[in-house]
C-alpha cells in the first residue's frame, strides 16, 4: 500500500524559506512521476512542480526561480525548496505520485500540510 507523508509546512514571513519533504513508503521515488500541488481557501488545486524520470522537472510560472522540487531517492522522499514566499503561496501543499512515468494522473495523495506566509 502506498502511503506518501508531508511535513515541513508552517508560517513564515514573506520573503522567508521553507522546505516541504514527502517520505514515500510502498513506492518507488525514482522511477515514476512525482508532485507538489496546493490549494488556496476558495480555490482549486494547482500543480506547482512535478519531476519526472531522470530528474526532468516542471515548474508553474508562478513559482519558477523562486521554488526547487528534488528527491534522494535512497530516502525515498521528494522536496520542495520554497524560497522568496510570497502572501500568495499560502495554502495546502501535498505531495502526489503517479504509477507512470507520465505526469497526466497523479494517483496516490498525501494529506498535506500547511503553509501561511505573511506579509
Known amino acids: 500500500q502506498v502511503q506518501l507523508v508531508e511535513s515541513g509546512g508552517g508560517s513564515v514571513q514573506a520573503g522567508g524559506s521553507l522546505t516541504l519533504s514527502c517520505a514515500a513508503y510502498?513506492?518507488?521515488?525514482?522511477?515514476?512521476?512525482m508532485g507538489w500541488f496546493r490549494q488556496a481557501p476558495g480555490k482549486e488545486r494547482e500543480r506547482v512542480a512535478h519531476?519526472?524520470?531522470?530528474?526532468?522537472?516542471t515548474y508553474a510560472d508562478s513559482v519558477k526561480g523562486r521554488f526547487t522540487i528534488s528527491r534522494d531517492n535512497a530516502k525515498n522522499t521528494l522536496y520542495l525548496q520554497m524560497n522568496s514566499l510570497k502572501p500568495e503561496d499560502t495554502g495546502m501543499y501535498y505531495c502526489?505520485?503517479?504509477?507512470?512515468?507520465?505526469?497526466?494522473?497523479?494517483?496516490?495523495w498525501g494529506q498535506g500540510t500547511q503553509v501561511t506566509v505573511s506579509s
Open positions: 510502498g513506492y518507488s521515488t525514482s522511477h515514476y512521476c
Open positions: 519531476i519526472r524520470l531522470h530528474g526532468v522537472t
Open positions: 502526489a505520485a503517479s504509477p507512470f512515468v507520465v505526469c497526466d494522473s497523479m494517483t496516490f
